[in-house]
C-alpha cells in the first residue's frame, strides 16, 4: 500500500504555497501558508506582454517554485519530468503527494477550455484512480477532483503559456528536518524579496514590472481591438472586444492567481507582522501596514474589472484602462516605500 493515506486536501490562496503546506502536513509538518510563501521569498509582479489580441499577462510573483522555503526548513525536494501517466502513478507509490505544475487554463474543472493559460499554477496529484484518470487536490476548490490522464497531461506538457509553461515538472518532497526559527530565516526571506523586487534586474519584473504595465496599458485600447472569442465567468463561450478579454483576464489574474490583490498582498503582510512578532523589530510591522494597503489597491481595480463584463461600452472600457495605469502607479510607490524602509534591516 502506498503513503497517499496520510493527505488531506485543503484551501489555500497562493496554489504555491498552499500545495507545498498540503504536502508537508502529510509528513506531519503544519506550517501556515503565509510563512511558506514568505520565506519562498517569490513575491512580487511580474509583466508579460502578449502578441497582438492575446491578453497580457500579470502574476504575482517573480520566481516560480524557487524552493527557498523548503531550504530555510531543511527539507530535500527532488524535480522529476515523468511524460507519461504510469510515470507518475509510480512517483506515487512511495509518497503521499506529487506536486504538479500545470496549464491552470488547461484544468477541465476550470472550464476555461484553454481560452486563458497560466503556466505556474501547482496541485497536488495525490492517487490514480485506475488506469486513466488521477485524483488531483487544487487548494482553490472545496474538495478534491477527477482528472483523465489525458487531461492530466495536456495541463503539464502545455507550450501555450511561454514563458511560464510547466514542462512536465513535478516535485517529490521528503520530511522536514527541523523546525524553522523564524527570527532567523525571517529577516534572510525578507532581504531577499527586497533586493528581487526593487532591482530585479529586468524591466518586466518587480517594480519596474509596475512601471511597465502603467505605460504598456496605456495603449491597450489601440493595440487590443477587434471581436475575439472568449469565455465568460460562469464558463460558457462568449465573443467579445479584445479589450474587454484584457481586462476581464487582468481581473482574474488580480483576484484569482496573479498579483493576488485580495490575496497575496495581504499574505505577505500577515508574513512581515509575524517577522515583526519573532524579532521584535517594527518596521516589519510597518511594511506589513503598507502592503495591506496595496492589497488594497489591487483588490478595488480587480472588482471593477471583474463587474464590467464583456458587454461594456467602449468608452467605459477606455476609463478602466486609465483606472488600471494609475493603480498600478499607486500600487509601485506604496510598496517601493515599504520595501525601501527594510532594506536596512
Same mark, same amino acid.
Given at each position: 500500500m502506498n503513503a497517499t493515506g496520510r493527505y488531506a486536501h485543503r484551501r489555500g490562496i497562493n496554489s504555491e504555497s498552499a500545495c507545498q503546506c498540503a504536502v508537508l502536513a502529510a509528513d506531519g509538518y503544519e506550517v501556515d501558508e503565509e510563512i511558506v510563501f514568505g520565506l519562498d521569498a517569490g513575491f512580487g509582479f511580474a509583466f508579460f506582454p502578449a502578441n497582438g489580441n492575446a491578453p497580457d499577462i500579470v502574476v504575482g510573483k517573480q520566481a516560480i517554485m524557487p524552493l527557498r522555503a523548503s531550504r530555510l526548513m531543511c527539507v530535500e525536494v527532488v524535480t522529476h519530468t515523468p511524460k507519461t501517466g504510469a510515470g507518475?502513478?509510480?512517483?506515487?507509490?512511495?509518497?503521499?503527494?506529487?506536486?504538479?505544475?500545470?496549464?491552470?487554463?488547461?484544468?477541465? %474543472?476550470?472550464?476555461?477550455?484553454?481560452?486563458? *493559460?497560466?503556466?505556474?499554477?501547482?496541485?497536488?496529484?495525490?492517487?490514480? +484512480?485506475?488506469?486513466?484518470?488521477?485524483?488531483?487536490?487544487?487548494?482553490?476548490?472545496?474538495?478534491?477532483?477527477?482528472? /483523465?490522464?489525458?487531461?492530466?497531461?495536456?495541463?503539464? /506538457? *502545455?507550450?501555450?503559456?511561454?514563458?511560464?509553461?510547466?514542462?512536465?515538472?513535478?516535485?517529490?518532497?521528503?520530511?522536514?528536518?527541523r523546525t524553522p526559527q523564524l527570527d532567523r530565516v525571517g529577516p534572510v526571506a525578507v532581504r531577499t524579496l527586497c533586493r528581487e523586487v526593487l532591482k530585479p534586474g529586468s524591466r518586466n519584473l518587480g517594480i519596474p514590472g509596475m512601471k511597465t504595465l502603467a505605460t504598456t496599458a496605456a495603449s491597450w485600447p489601440q493595440s487590443k481591438h477587434g471581436e475575439v472569442e472568449d469565455v465568460d465567468l460562469t464558463g460558457n463561450v462568449v465573443?467579445?472586444?479584445? +479589450?474587454?478579454? =484584457?481586462?476581464?483576464?487582468?481581473?482574474?489574474?488580480?483576484?484569482?492567481?496573479?498579483?493576488?490583490?485580495?490575496?497575496?498582498?495581504?499574505?505577505?503582510?500577515? %508574513?512581515?507582522?509575524?517577522?515583526?512578532?519573532?524579532?521584535?523589530?517594527?518596521?516589519?510591522?510597518?511594511?506589513?501596514? =503598507?502592503?495591506?494597503?496595496?492589497?488594497?489597491?489591487?483588490?478595488?481595480?480587480?472588482?471593477?474589472?471583474?463587474?464590467?463584463?464583456?458587454?461594456?461600452?467602449?468608452?467605459?472600457?477606455?476609463?478602466?484602462?486609465?483606472?488600471?495605469?494609475?493603480?498600478?502607479?499607486?500600487?509601485?510607490?506604496?510598496?517601493?516605500?515599504?520595501?525601501s524602509a527594510l532594506t536596512p534591516l
Open positions: 507518475l502513478a509510480g512517483l506515487l507509490e512511495s509518497v503521499p503527494a506529487v506536486m504538479a505544475r500545470v496549464d491552470l487554463g488547461l484544468l477541465p %474543472y476550470w472550464g476555461l477550455e484553454g481560452r486563458t *493559460s497560466f503556466g505556474g499554477y501547482f496541485v497536488n496529484v495525490v492517487r490514480p +484512480l485506475g488506469a486513466d484518470a488521477f485524483e488531483v487536490s487544487d487548494p482553490a476548490f472545496d474538495e478534491p477532483v477527477s482528472v /483523465s490522464a489525458d487531461e492530466l497531461q495536456a495541463a503539464r /506538457s *502545455s507550450r501555450d503559456s511561454p514563458p511560464l509553461n510547466p514542462d512536465w515538472k513535478v516535485y517529490v518532497f521528503g520530511a522536514p528536518r465573443r467579445t472586444d479584445a +479589450l474587454a478579454r =484584457q481586462l476581464l483576464h487582468l481581473g482574474r489574474q488580480i483576484e484569482s492567481f496573479g498579483t493576488g490583490g485580495g490575496l497575496f498582498r495581504p499574505m505577505i503582510g500577515r %508574513y512581515l507582522a509575524r517577522v515583526a512578532d519573532s524579532t521584535g523589530e517594527a518596521r516589519y510591522a510597518d511594511a506589513a501596514e =503598507q502592503f495591506l494597503a496595496s492589497g488594497r489597491l489591487w483588490s478595488n481595480l480587480g472588482r471593477a474589472l471583474l463587474t464590467a463584463g464583456s458587454g461594456t461600452a467602449r468608452d467605459d472600457l477606455t476609463t478602466l484602462v486609465d483606472a488600471v495605469t494609475d493603480t498600478a502607479r499607486s500600487a509601485m510607490d506604496v510598496e517601493k516605500r515599504a520595501l
